[in-house]
């Protein structure tokens, strides 16, 4: 069911639509900025710091609108797309993706890297802090396609991030109890059953977490939940079929 054949073609059309993306390259463009204020007004650790926890973000913006406008749109009636090849097309999609956001993320650290070695500043850790931010991202990629099975438009996303306002509501509630989630979260220490479910929980909506040095234990969920999201987009996949 899935063609091999069609990854070219599916690495030609995803390139083109995030280099088509104004949203994708204005924040692309900006981050380096960003960084490079933030370094210079703070430090090379601090802009590493803050690089390493938010680019993830930028994987799951570049996978806005993944399948469901192409395919009710009849984008996907193409004679390219024929005996199923649509179906690897979207499937590939998520490895192109998140191919990209890899290369750019590693580029970017590359460039702090360099920066935080002359300037003596450069910590080894921050290159598994690297590689779970990728795994964070890649985990961004899953899900927002096997939602954007169902959302149109880049409301996969927001599907994504109003997830993750109220469960950040959440945590702002529990600051009211006298020792609250909060404070297990803070010290990176999850003492009983219910904390351990809340932060695997917390996990799987702000992946990004796991890049944090305390937090680094939530990475096996992310993962278990990228294997899942995945599992499930490649099961609706298999039964997706175009209307005509």
Same mark, same amino acid.
């Given at each position: 069911m899935f063609e091999k054949d069609v990854f070219p073609l599916t690495a030609r059309l995803a390139g083109l639509r995030l280099r088509t993306s104004g949203l994708?390259?204005?924040?692309a463009s900006a981050l380096p900025v960003f960084l490079v204020v933030l370094g210079v007004k703070e430090?090379?650790?601090?802009?590493?710091k803050a690089f390493l926890l938010f680019f993830p973000y930028l994987f799951l913006l570049a996978s806005q609108d993944m399948s469901a406008s192409e395919v009710r749109g009849g984008g996907l009636e193409n004679v390219l797309f024929l005996d199923g090849r649509f179906r690897s097309y979207l499937w590939q999609k998520n490895f192109v993706l998140a191919a990209a956001g890899g290369a750019y993320a590693c580029a970017v650290f590359?460039?702090?890297a360099a920066w935080g070695l002359g300037r003596g500043t450069f910590e080894a850790a921050s290159v598994l802090q690297l590689g779970l931010g990728l795994l964070a991202g890649t985990y961004y990629v899953a899900v927002a396609g096997a939602l954007g099975l169902v959302f149109r438009a880049g409301s996969n996303v927001v599907v994504l991030l109003l997830a993750q306002a109220a469960a950040l509501i959440g945590l702002i509630l529990s600051t009211t109890f006298r020792t609250g989630f909060v404070d297990?979260?803070?010290a990176g220490r999850f003492p009983d059953l219910g904390s351990r479910l #809340?932060?695997?929980? =917390? /996990?799987a909506v702000f992946p990004n977490l796991i890049v944090a040095r305390r937090l680094l234990?939530?990475?096996?969920?992310?993962?278990?939940? #990228?294997?899942?999201? =995945? /599992?499930v987009q490649r099961a609706c996949l298999r039964r997706l079929e175009l209307r005509r």
């Amino acid at each position: 069911m899935f063609e091999k054949d069609v990854f070219p073609l599916t690495a030609r059309l995803a390139g083109l639509r995030l280099r088509t993306s104004g949203l994708v390259l204005g924040v692309a463009s900006a981050l380096p900025v960003f960084l490079v204020v933030l370094g210079v007004k703070e430090s090379p650790g601090a802009a590493s710091k803050a690089f390493l926890l938010f680019f993830p973000y930028l994987f799951l913006l570049a996978s806005q609108d993944m399948s469901a406008s192409e395919v009710r749109g009849g984008g996907l009636e193409n004679v390219l797309f024929l005996d199923g090849r649509f179906r690897s097309y979207l499937w590939q999609k998520n490895f192109v993706l998140a191919a990209a956001g890899g290369a750019y993320a590693c580029a970017v650290f590359l460039g702090l890297a360099a920066w935080g070695l002359g300037r003596g500043t450069f910590e080894a850790a921050s290159v598994l802090q690297l590689g779970l931010g990728l795994l964070a991202g890649t985990y961004y990629v899953a899900v927002a396609g096997a939602l954007g099975l169902v959302f149109r438009a880049g409301s996969n996303v927001v599907v994504l991030l109003l997830a993750q306002a109220a469960a950040l509501i959440g945590l702002i509630l529990s600051t009211t109890f006298r020792t609250g989630f909060v404070d297990h979260l803070a010290a990176g220490r999850f003492p009983d059953l219910g904390s351990r479910l #809340l932060f695997a929980g =917390l /996990a799987a909506v702000f992946p990004n977490l796991i890049v944090a040095r305390r937090l680094l234990r939530g990475g096996p969920v992310v993962l278990a939940g #990228l294997v899942l999201a =995945l /599992a499930v987009q490649r099961a609706c996949l298999r039964r997706l079929e175009l209307r005509r």
